[in-house]
């Protein structure tokens, strides 16, 4: 069978050899590759295809008809339609062993380096409850409920806009589970104006929340399409007695966002109860997080990650580490402690205002914060006559720009340590780097279990003769 045989709408007996980045089972008929949601490497199932490409088709399963014995019952009865999570049909041991084999995919076939180079992932010490972190949108559904029309919250079901109404999400922590179960409560009783995406009208667009796991503070802010929001004492008054005492609130924000766009928050976000922030404990360290502002997911394994950050750019004491995505700064104070000066660059403002307090707030003053964008900072450093040690990359999903990867030059540090969210763009980017650099290790770790997401930590080291 060929591409040009294979038709939407057929179904087709195809075996799973091996998962992609994104979870999906990859089969192949005649060398022709299917990706199959949910399909496990060495499971046979009738698949029918429901899209074909020039180099590629997708399926959807009908019937399995040879199991993987490392297939298990996921724990979320939202799996199936829920966008979330691609994991949950996998035993834990069996996604760790796939993780650690995506990255060493990407970094054979793009990169071209030797799989030896990658470590064996580090597993996480929280399975289930680990997300410090609720961002739900809101939707009216059609269905009527009391007189009403019924307010869904949660994640996007697979694919849509569309909001799977979420009562209990098993990676959440438990009080943010409960925070999200008060509001939706709330919300149907007073009736809230919801936001409608076609036609720009209504309130509410999504509600955030997030818990400090060292110190149990939470926060919730209101995304609204509005400047102000009315009535909005009586349902936070609400709010509280429906939630109870046990859950410690200590910021409620409202961010006003009235574009017209995916995006979730706008520019503008204003404390209405409690102080601007929340704080977490990490690794010895305290953390101001503001509502508008990134701080990693899973916390618990946020101080692994940034300790073998910090391992593998093993300092003496007396180096200048440049800091590049460095948010708000987290991976910058770990360094800063075992350092001789250490420089943050980041360019969204809120980030690096937290990014000083948090400098301030744990007495390490030997760090330097910027806000700019990197490409810029990296001239502007080195016009300065500042020579880096060590750079830490930690960039966004899509990876470093090029004119990044080129500056980078500019110091020609003796080391530098690569924190990535997604393996194929730190494979990409590395190839780019190892004309002038060795990569000498790469040690996935896990933040994000039941899903497909794999962090990494890569260490690379300049070559003798460039």
């Not at 909005?232 to 924000?253: A, Q, R, W």
């Not at 402690?337 to 007495?363: F, L, Q």
Request: net charge positive; with cysteine.
């Amino acid at each position: 069978m060929e591409k040009a045989d294979i038709r939407t709408g057929d179904t087709v007996l195809l075996t799973a050899e091996n998962i992609a980045g994104g979870g999906e089972g990859i089969g192949s008929l005649h060398g022709f590759k299917i990706f199959v949601e949910n399909l496990l490497p060495g499971e046979t199932a009738k698949v029918r295809i429901v899209d074909v490409r020039k180099q590629y088709a997708r399926g959807r399963i009908v019937e399995i008809t040879e199991r993987s014995a490392e297939r298990v019952a996921p724990a979320c009865k939202y799996f199936e339609e829920c966008g979330a999570c691609q994991m949950q049909h996998i035993d834990y041991g069996a996604q760790l062993r796939y993780k650690t084999g995506i990255v060493k995919d990407a970094i054979k076939k793009i990169a071209g380096l030797p799989e030896s180079i990658v470590l064996e992932i580090v597993p996480s010490e929280l399975k289930w409850g680990y997300r410090n972190k609720m961002q739900f949108p809101i939707k009216q559904s059609s269905g009527k409920k009391a007189g009403k029309k019924k307010i869904s919250m949660g994640y996007y079901r697979k694919g849509t806009h569309d909001v799977v109404d979420i009562e209990d999400c098993p990676v959440l922590h438990p009080s943010l589970n409960r925070i999200a179960r008060a509001l939706r409560q709330v919300f149907n009783e007073y009736g809230a104006s919801v936001f409608d995406e076609d036609s720009g009208r209504g309130l509410l667009r999504h509600v955030l929340s997030r818990v400090a796991f060292g110190t149990g503070e939470h926060s919730v802010t209101f995304v609204i399409n509005e400047r102000h929001f009315p009535g909005s004492n009586k349902l936070i008054t609400k709010f509280f007695e429906v939630l109870g005492k046990d859950v410690k609130i200590s910021n409620i924000s409202f961010n006003s966002n009235t574009r017209r766009t995916n995006v979730i928050l706008g520019d503008n976000t204003k404390t209405v109860l409690g102080k601007d922030y929340i704080i977490e404990k990490l690794g010895g360290l305290e953390f101001e997080i503001s509502p508008d502002s990134f701080f990693q997911i899973n916390p618990v394994q946020a101080a692994v990650l940034f300790q073998t950050a910090l391992k593998l750019a093993d300092l003496k004491g007396d180096e200048t580490v440049l800091d590049l995505y460095c948010g708000t700064g987290a991976i910058s104070l770990y360094m800063a402690r075992h350092a001789g000066r250490v420089y943050g660059v980041e360019e969204i403002s809120a980030a690096i205002s937290d990014a000083k307090k948090n400098a301030i707030r744990n007495k390490i003053n030997n760090v330097m914060f910027r806000c700019d964008t990197v490409e810029r900072q990296i001239k502007k450093l080195s016009s300065e006559g500042i020579k880096a040690d060590v750079v830490v990359l930690d960039p966004p999903r899509a990876g470093c720009d090029i004119r990044v990867l080129e500056h980078i030059s500019c110091f020609m540090p003796e080391k530098i340590v690569y924190v990535s969210c997604d393996p194929a763009t730190l494979a990409r980017d590395i190839k780019v780097l190892s004309g002038k650099y060795n990569v000498d290790v790469i040690q996935p770790v896990d933040m994000f279990p039941q899903t497909a997401h794999v962090e990494c930590v890569a260490k690379l080291s300049r070559k003798a003769n460039p």
